[in-house]
């Protein structure tokens, strides 16, 4: 089987996932600027989100690009991946609507950190089934940036006890590192 | 025509039905966790709703890679699948909010009932059309899980009238019966 | 060009607009089936409007296949059905929760004949760009149905006016006709 | 790496958008006509909205049409495009719930220039990574269009402040300029 299908369900669950999190932008009645002011933290965070998103869209790419075959396993480690962003939108709003309060900031958190471990799943599942000596062995690489993320969101969501702004600090810093396409991958692939 | 379009059309719905259940995950107002501790209902039923619909994909993935070609018939015993799905999120919130009441339970179970019989007969239409000597048909077998699972539903709307929990179980086992990959056209598939 | 982005466009629209049309299937706060009751009209308006746009993706589906190059003017003539057809969600909740009051039912033959239209000058759009010998053109032929179920929408919307089950069960008598696939199509399509 | 996926990931956020700036038309609680027209600025906002995503579709799928690699920066300056066209129903819903009214007219505008500016970036992109002697440098030119249409956007946002009209009237030239389509790269792929 090759990965047209599992590629084009992802992109269709990304796809829908970055843009319902936008209706939580709820119209307000005023007709000035000024009546979009409360909604400046519910924008932060749908752009905090979107970012991310559009950084697993982006890696998801890249990974299954070097991809030759799917098993079920495979289908079943993607929707599993699926599945934390779908919640994704949840935590968004909720983290939005209440400016940034602590449990709502580390709950992100939470459900970046199982995203961040179902993608390093993922990653193990593929590579399992496609040798050390595969394109993708050698493009994936230890993703090394994987696991440090991880380790970031779990230490941003014991911080966010203390201080939810470094927190945040700390989600955006992740985002930033990310932001930096994956030339390993794209080196490697560029070659075949 | 070849299966193309009817696999991305089928994506496309599956992906938005699989998302827009979480809309009815709606943002608390309160800002700590226990705010989140009355919609444990509905993410319970959320998932479980998404684990069904993720069988419903992969299994739909497995058959639509050996199917060779579409018909008028196949398009609309696809079409008559996708609607009992699209009905997913509607019970799945009821039971969700209801906090698994007999009724939603068995609702639940009856739309489950009413997808398996529209899987098999897409299954019959489309061994029809590929002759008892095709790779679908010996990969599609007797399909011994599908008729099953529906015989399963059918006792567990019944039972929710004694006890809706053990409708519940019965949903669960359906569920773990699938999770193991449908080897038999897996196997089968790999050789072609 | 071909028609791979313009078919996978549409099927993205019609998919979506399938779907959200059932977030209108509002969760009652009721647990027993008596509490689902007022939202029989909504499933029975619901039900009608997924056939028709069921249909209409068939029929774009075959219509499709057979086409072999795409424009600028195709791309517009394509946009101008979907804008028709991204009206049916609002107007079939207006029709369902209004229990098929006379001016509802009116409005949902007019944006089915509008929608009507809009699908003859894509043929005709389609036709023009591929020449009276294509394949196209002897697929489609006098599309004999199309016109006359326009013709259909128009007397059903007049009809209304004295009785509203007469012009529902126009409705529901040219869905029928439609749900014989378009064998003409078919047939040439399988030559080719 | 191929544009399609690319392709598929942009069809379906701007499928997506488009269908559901149609759920603020919200469906009325009367059951004549009389009760639809408080909609109508809604429904003109929505269908001005409409053409502009049917244009970004159609310009987006000519450009691509002719680009024959893709890149990180790509898939991001692709994504930068796509968050700004994401705020387009929530723009829309609020100049049509407003009654375009002076402030949430200018936004519109504002979310349209950066939508703009946010394609010439992706063109720029596009062409660094082709060479001054690709189809793509010779299909898309100066962007001549793009550019004159971010300047109008910025003209009509400052005349909003004295006469809002004038600015929707703008806003509606550039659409119509746009309706024309981009011979300039259908003639060139034509050639390919």
Same mark, same amino acid.
């Given at each position: 089987m090759d990965t047209g299908r599992l590629e084009a369900f992802s992109d269709g669950v990304l796809a829908i996932i970055i843009t319902i999190? @936008?209706?939580? =932008?709820k119209v307000p009645h005023? @007709?000035? =600027?000024g009546a979009l002011w409360p909604l400046l933290p519910v924008a932060v965070s749908y752009l905090l989100s979107f970012v991310y998103l559009g950084i697993y869209w982006n890696n998801h790419h890249h990974m299954l690009h070097v991809t030759e075959r799917v098993t079920g396993g495979m289908l079943w480690a993607n929707l599993h991946l699926l599945f934390w962003l779908s919640l994704v939108p949840f935590v968004t709003a909720w983290m939005g609507e209440n400016h940034f309060e602590q449990q709502p900031v580390a709950l992100w958190g939470v459900v970046m950190l199982m995203a961040g471990v179902a993608y390093y799943i993922l990653t193990v599942v593929l590579i399992r089934h496609h040798g050390p000596e595969s394109a993708l062995r050698a493009a994936v690489g230890s993703d090394f940036k994987g696991l440090i993320s991880v380790v970031i969101y779990a230490v941003a969501i014991l911080l966010s006890f203390a201080n939810r702004w470094v927190s945040l600090a700390l989600y955006v810093a992740v985002a930033l590192m990310w932001l930096?396409?994956?030339r390993r991958i794209e080196r490697s692939a560029s070659t075949h």
């Open positions: 999190m @936008v209706l939580e =932008l005023g @007709v000035d =600027l930096v396409p994956d």
